[in-house]
């Protein structure tokens, strides 16, 4: 089964702008870029010679992750830059000197689908974190998934169904859990509240899980099962048969 959400240009958002609590501590400027800084302050307390440790005043207790700590905004650059808008398909009309590397091998690859760069079943492809980063991984052993030296891979498992005896058809959904009931629970009763500027985000962040559908699970792809052994249904469209108004009676005796 094909997944929408692996391919989506927006995959990797969900970890790729970082920030590290220790950096936005010690660091010089926290870790913030100076123009942020020109008009947004960070509070944190530089040290770490305090005994007992006091972590009340740290960086990571006291500010939002993207004003502190800056280890990289990678997805962020990527999604302000016209890359993660242009087609795969569109490699030949880009300036000449873009027309080469990381790309063209893009290009190239996407190209043995037959659909001139678009996915195998004609989904429109983008050129994505995945379009380098998920390319040429090798399974572990590599004769997994049916590889080997010179073949290609398959980009799937498979697994046999054991249906309940007497089913005849099913539905099979590939599913992606965002968040889990028992991590906002971890969330909600960890926070016993000793930091002011955090002591109510475990509450908070459940009351928005509840009143947000609870994260329910994103379907990726989704496929149907029909026992092979039944007989093929021939039952045709049923038709309304015409009804002309009047009258009617009903006896009841």
């Known amino acids: 089964m094909e997944s929408n959400f692996h391919r989506s240009v927006d995959f990797c958002g969900t970890c790729h702008d970082v920030s590290n609590p220790g950096v936005g501590n010690l660091a010089h400027n926290f870790g913030a870029q100076a123009p942020f800084l020109a008009t947004e302050q960070v509070i944190a307390d530089g040290s770490i010679t305090e005994d007992p ?3 009340t005043n740290k960086a990571a207790f006291n500010n ?10 990678t997805f962020s650059e ?9 087609l795969v398909s569109d490699y030949p009309d880009l300036p000449a000197d873009l027309q080469g590397g990381a790309l063209k091998a893009d290009y ?8 001139n760069g678009d996915y195998e079943d004609g989904t429109p492809r983008f050129f994505s974190c995945q379009t380098c980063h998920l390319r040429n991984a090798l399974p572990v ?14 980009y799937f498992d498979t697994f ?3 249906p309940p005896l007497g089913a005849a058809t099913a539905t099979i959904d590939l599913l992606y859990q965002p968040t889990s009931y028992e991590y906002q629970l971890f969330l909600l009763k960890a926070n016993r509240g000793a930091n002011p500027f955090l002591a109510e985000e475990g509450a908070n962040m459940f009351e928005a899980w509840l009143n947000t559908g609870m994260a329910f699970p994103y379907v990726m792809a989704s496929a149907t099962w029909r026992d092979p052994g039944l007989p093929a249904c021939t039952a045709g469209i049923p038709e309304l048969a015409p009804a002309a108004p009047g009258d009617a009676q009903i006896d009841l005796t």
């Open 64 to 73: 939002q992750p993207y004003r502190y700590g800056i280890v990289e905004r």
């Open 160 to 162: 046999a169904l054991q």
């Open 53 to 55: 440790k006091d972590y």
């Open 78 to 86: 990527y999604k302000a830059g016209l890359i993660s808008q242009t």
């Open 141 to 154: 052993p590599d004769t997994q998934y049916n590889g080997g030296p010179g073949q290609t891979y398959d």
């Open 108 to 115: 190239t690859a996407a190209l043995t689908a037959g659909t």
